[in-house]
């Protein structure tokens, strides 16, 4: 049984929030919400959000507690990106890359079963 929470078009490149969620892939999601919440990053704060909709889901869906759950799956995918441009010197534009990322969590009850 699992459960998962999307988000999609956040205006941070897939780079910096894969730091924050390499850290928690197989955690379990209370020992996971308490890494990010001290993380420094704010890529955190929107892995965090995303965690509790994930856990909502799955609170809703089995009737599962947030202790039974753990983070199965968890990666950022690359969005559309948004082309901005900068002026330069003697009337020349650069342009800048703004990024964005797709977050998919996908939180997975414990099997008590299996030891």
Known sequence: MEARSKQR????????????INEIRGKNVIAAAD?????????????????QAAVANAEQKFSASAEDLFVS??????????KRFKPRAQGRMYT?????SHL????????????
Do not use: Q, W
């Open 9 to 20: 078009n956040i205006i941070m490149s897939p780079r910096k929030i894969r730091r924050v």
């Open 35 to 51: 890494m990010l919440n001290f993380m420094p990053y704010t890529a955190a704060r929107v892995v965090e959000k995303n965690l």
């Open 73 to 82: 799956e968890v990666y950022a995918d690359e969005g559309p990106r948004y």
């Open 96 to 100: 800048r890359i703004k990024r964005t």
């Open 104 to 115: 998919t969590i996908i939180v997975s009850v414990k099997n008590k079963n299996i030891k």
